[in-house]
């Protein structure tokens, strides 16, 4: 189909390729009253006007979870014509000879056109619009076009709408020529497939892409988190169940962010993002910088979707996005709201394919990070002999009638198990040695003997008997301290009675029992006194030396800190440094739900590493600067601390700036509650020591309170 111009046309187009060629670079210097001209790096089109509100309704430097000037423009911005209102309207009709011209009642000298032809016949669009400058905006709604061909040429085109035609399927070099392009409405066509990168291209302007109502059953992620900000993807009412990521790309999230619609498809799983080329850092910024709605979708809520339950919580809170987004599976949770489910509840069931014995229920559990073996009271005779080859394995095996509690492979990968109400007369000595069991309940059976391998049994890790009696000799000593340790953890759980020839004695006494009538000579004593003095002195030297200087500091802050303390303390970047293992999800989900929004809501400036530190950047340099950075620090100490290198070397440094400058101060939560004697690390070891930590447990519940108290104190 041919495009027959009008011979008065020719002049303006030959007027508007004049100007364009010899004005568009002052259109900067013409301001509009209530707008600027917008610029940004990753925006092509440089004739973008943006409400000066952008910028007075926008805290300067608050980029956190999308909410800048960046973001604000790219939904509110505009081309200037728009403004200024110098677009001109021209039809498209079509002729007897199946062609079409341009009409246009009165152009007004206008420079700029939009181009409208709906609810027609069109079934491609006419290569003859080349030969027309200054084409900013086509509306092709509503028409029978089946392919995006002949538009680049079309350099000016900031919007094009071809919604409601017959388009099926979109290539990654159709828009890539329109730098211009800002709206592209392809809503109610046709499309089964978008080709990776097909809106990731630069230079461009894109921002604002509707696809609702289509045929797409899979989308690429490329085509999602794109490497640029967007006001919004529309892709509601398809049948999208699928993502994808077929060029291996990386994301990069660090400068990009924008709203996603899925709402209405058939996406039952979050999927797999690991899979899909997101590191953690990138799954943590995803949900601050690109909010997605996906209400009315058929979601499962199993144990997949719970890890980014904390995300969406999150997420949602920055960008006020719908809270109503509700399970479809299982059925005891149809209809439930996610964002008021319990953590627990999020669980996936095992079959017996994977390994579930029989008669037994099993399920895995993140938000306790366990994999549940619920085999009570179904009248087994011995352990089975397997069960699901996951990690965290918390076995109930109580009230049945097993006679030995044999060694099992699986143990290894199981941090409880419950064998109380059985018939147990023998344990496995090789079983206290498994250091990843942390608990085991042997109350109510029949044991009469414990194996000294038991002494493996200590600090956090309990074994129960119960009330027993057991056969002793006066070389069982160590039960008495073992039972000492065991009791400081959980009171109740062992009352052992230990059976010798001529009398039964509590285990807890037995060192006074079998004590030693035997007199000692002055010379034993003179020199047992003075191995004790040489070792209470080597003691005291190798290892309270860090105690001693915690206590001196103390001190000194207590009585002299105030004449130096405001002379010596600079202001930095944050008032506290958060600095806990980040791969511990239930420390995650604490510090960043509860502490960081308390001491934030309190007037704190808070570092917290996974959502302060720039994605993508040398990890260990930020820890430098933004340590160096900080007036205090809070440390939340769990067992698994120190196992990452990179806390290791923010522990150090923490310490180092809390060594060299005497107002810095180091705050320590005991999260696991760890004893003294659990801690390597001699510095950590010395808070432990000398009462300079706050307890996670708290049971006067003032945790946060204190906390507030102490970092207030230390950045006053």
Same mark, same amino acid.
């Given at each position: ?50 409400? $000066?509100?952008?910028?007075? %309704? ?51 000298? %206008? ?13 491609? =669009? ?13 509306? &092709?709604?509503? *028409? ?11 350099? +000016?085109?900031? %919007? ?32 089964? #497939? ?12 894109? +921002? ?16 999602? !988190? ?61 949900? !601050? ?5 996906? /209400? @009315? ?60 014995? &029989? ?17 009570? +009271?179904?009248?087994?005779? $011995? ?16 009230? *049945? ?16 198990? /419950? ?7 023998? =344990? ?25 391998? =038991? ?47 001529? $009398?039964? =004695? ?15 000579? %002055?010379?034993? #004593?003179?020199?047992?006194?003075? +191995? ?13 030396? #860090? ?8 001190? $000194? ?7 130096? *303390? ?108 760890? /004893? ?18 706050? @307890?996670?447990?708290? &049971? ?5 309170? /204190? ?10």
């Amino acid at each position: 189909m041919e495009l027959n111009v009008s011979i008065n046309l020719f002049f303006i187009n030959f007027g508007v390729h004049l100007f364009l060629t010899a004005n568009f670079s002052d259109i900067a210097r013409q301001p509009i009253a209530g707008y600027f001209n917008w610029i940004e790096d990753t925006i092509a089109s440089k004739y973008l006007m943006c409400p $000066k509100s952008c910028k007075q %309704t926008i805290t300067k430097g608050q980029s956190f979870a999308g909410r800048n000037v960046v973001n604000c423009c790219v939904k509110y911005a505009r081309p200037y014509w728009i403004i200024e209102k110098l677009l001109g309207i021209l039809h498209l009709k079509s002729t007897k000879e199946n062609n079409f011209v341009i009409v246009s009642n009165s152009t007004n000298g %206008t420079l700029f056109y939009k181009i409208l032809y709906q609810q027609g016949h069109l079934e491609v =669009v006419p290569s003859s619009l080349c030969n027309i400058k200054g084409i900013v905006d086509i509306n &092709f709604s509503k *028409n029978q076009v089946e392919n995006i061909t002949h538009i680049e040429c079309l350099h +000016m085109l900031d %919007t094009l709408n071809l919604s409601f035609n017959r388009i099926a399927v979109l290539g990654n070099t159709t828009f890539n020529r329109l730098e211009y392009l800002r709206v592209l409405d392809l809503s109610y066509n046709k499309i089964q #497939y978008i080709e990776p990168n097909t809106f990731n291209y630069r230079p461009g302007s894109l +921002m604002k892409i509707s696809l609702h109502h289509n045929f797409l059953k899979c989308i690429d992620l490329t085509n999602l !988190f794109l490497d640029y900000s967007f006001d919004f993807i529309q892709l509601s009412n398809n049948c999208i169940s699928e993502f994808t990521n077929e060029l291996n790309f990386k994301f990069n999230l660090s400068k990009s962010g924008g709203n996603i619609n899925l709402n209405s498809n058939q996406i039952s799983e979050i999927p797999n993002f690991s899979k899909l080329g997101f590191t953690r850092e990138n799954i943590f910024s995803a949900f !601050f910088k690109f909010p997605i709605n996906l /209400d @009315d979708n058929h979601l499962n809520c199993d144990c997949k979707l719970e890890p980014f339950i904390v995300h969406f919580k999150l997420g949602s809170k920055n960008f006020e996005v719908k809270r109503n987004l509700a399970c479809e599976h299982p059925p005891f949770l149809r209809g439930r709201r996610i964002f008021n489910i319990s953590a627990d509840l999020f669980i996936c069931n095992i079959s017996m394919k994977d390994k579930c014995p &029989f008669n037994c229920s099993c399920f895995k559990q993140p938000s306790r990070s366990r994999v549940v073996i619920n085999c009570s +009271m179904r009248g087994k005779y $011995k352990l089975p002999t397997v069960l699901p080859e996951q990690d965290g394995l918390d076995i109930n095996l109580s009230h *049945n009638s097993i006679t030995v509690f044999a060694n099992r492979t699986y143990l290894y990968r199981t941090s409880s198990i /419950d064998l109380s109400y059985n018939r147990i007369k023998r =344990v496995d000595p090789l079983i206290y040695g498994i250091l990843k069991i942390s608990n085991i309940n042997l109350k109510h059976n029949a044991i009469s003997q414990i194996n000294k391998n =038991v002494q493996l049994f200590k600090n956090k890790r309990t074994v129960q008997f119960g009330n027993i009696t057991i056969t002793c000799s006066c070389e069982m000593k160590w039960i008495q301290i073992w039972l000492e340790n065991q009791n400081r953890r959980r009171r109740g759980n062992n009352f052992i009675t230990c059976r010798f020839p001529d $009398k039964d =004695v509590e285990a807890i006494s037995v060192s006074k029992f079998c004590a030693e009538e035997k007199p000692k000579s %002055t010379v034993q #004593y003179a020199l047992f006194i003075f +191995m004790i003095i040489v070792f209470i002195s080597l003691f005291l030297y190798l290892t309270w030396k #860090y105690e001693i200087y915690l206590l001196s500091r103390n001190f $000194k802050s207590r009585y002299f800190g105030r004449f130096n *303390n405001k002379t010596s303390q600079q202001p930095n970047k944050f008032g506290v440094y958060l600095s806990f293992n980040t791969e511990n999800n239930n420390i995650m989900k604490w510090v960043t739900t509860v502490v960081v929004y308390n001491l934030e809501r309190n007037g704190f400036k808070v570092c917290l590493p996974p959502r302060d530190f720039i994605p993508g950047g040398v990890q260990v340099e930020q820890i430098f600067t933004e340590v160096a950075n900080s007036n205090s620090y809070l440390v939340i100490l769990s067992d698994d601390y120190l196992k990452s290198q990179f806390n290791v070397i923010e522990w150090n440094q923490i310490w180092a700036h809390f060594k060299s400058n005497s107002p810095r101060r180091i705050v320590v939560v005991n999260y696991d509650i760890l /004893d003294s004697s659990h801690i390597k690390d001699r510095r950590l070891k010395a808070f432990v020591r000398v009462g300079q930590t706050f @307890d996670f447990c708290n &049971f006067d519940n003032k945790l946060l309170e /204190d906390l507030e108290i102490r970092l207030r104190t230390m950045n006053q």
